[in-house]
């Protein structure tokens, strides 16, 4: 008895703290389901891709193959790419739970791994209660897949204008999570950078700009995040200073 109360005090606590996370992820899926619709998606494909696939830069990326005409492989491959750091996300999670917790709650638990979730558990003191990610995840995984839906429903309706104006939403979010770093680390500012140019060169260059946008977004985040890796590792002393990554 006491541990289902105490259960249900994690889940409510995971509730409260996964109020903001849905408020903002409906805002950016919002977007997402705009640039759905554009690709050629209807509001239940809209929907669907977001229940299953909790992740911005992960969908954006098969939208993206969807528009240049990729295909399934190249789809599975980019978003796995793409989505690879929610694998490091998932060890360090794995380390924060009892080591006696069953396998039906790691893998209800590996479900709503994203930035933010991830985030407010990390930040959880002592052992964490799965319980805990499960109320965040019961109100920030209906908060996205709705904005994902409504995005869809609305990019059918809207003006063209309109629908232009509101998918520049979804840039600003990428915005927002890249110059925050790229102002507190030099070399983060510098990938940024260089990515954006090398970007600019395979849509401009004329032999380039033949690879589909799918496999340019496979070939440029291998290249260059494992040239970041190895030129610049990250030493032990950071990793310890700065708290987590993202």
Known sequence: MNETRQ?????????????PIALGYFAVAFA?????????????????????MLA?????????????????????????IVNLRYLLMSC????????????????????????EIFGIAMAV??????????????????GWTAGAILGAAAGAILPRRVENALSVALYGMFLAIIIPAAKKNKIVAFVVAFSMGCSFLFAKAPVLREISSGMQIILLTVLIAGAAAFFF???EAEEGGDGHAS
Do not use: C
């Open 7 to 19: 259960n249900r005090t994690w889940f409510l606590r995971g509730i409260k703290d996964g109020i």
């Open 32 to 52: 997402l389901g705009i640039a759905a619709k554009k690709a050629g998606m209807d509001v239940v494909q809209a929907g669907m891709m977001s229940i299953t």
């Open 56 to 80: 911005s830069a992960g969908q954006y990326g098969a939208i993206t193959v969807i528009v240049g005409g990729g295909g399934y492989l190249q789809m599975a491959v980019t978003t796995l």
């Open 92 to 115: 360090a999670l794995s380390q924060k739970v009892d080591p006696g917790l069953g396998m039906g709650h790691r893998f209800l638990l590996s479900y709503p791994v994203t930035d």
């Open 125 to 142: 003191e002592g052992r964490l209660n799965p319980f805990y990610n499960y109320g965040a995840a019961a109100v920030a995984a209906p």
């Open 233 to 235: 590792p990250v030493r």
